[in-house]
């Protein structure tokens, strides 16, 4: 029967761990795309698309029966400053 061999003191020479871990995304108001208060063009960052159609849909959600508003409003206390 043979020994086994011993685990290796550091798996990852030379200190080059592998990226397994992604970035963390963080929702943040925008403090350079903004028009009111910077929800839409954070989102938009957060979601990677133009804030514009953020925007569009919003403006469209209006529209419709709904707390859109209030959503606005709230999103605009709980979500910080970038």
Not at 4 to 28: I, M, W
């Amino acid at each position: 029967m043979t020994t086994p061999e011993p685990f290796p003191s550091n798996p990852y020479p030379s200190g080059s761990y592998p990226d397994a871990v992604p970035p963390v995304k963080k929702l943040r108001r925008s403090s350079n795309d903004k028009m009111i208060a910077g929800i839409c063009g954070g989102l938009a960052t957060y979601f990677g698309v133009d804030a514009t159609w953020i925007r569009v849909a919003f403006v469209a959600s209006i529209l419709l029966p709904g707390p859109q508003v209030l959503l606005y409003l709230l999103l605009w206390l709980i979500i910080p400053q970038d």
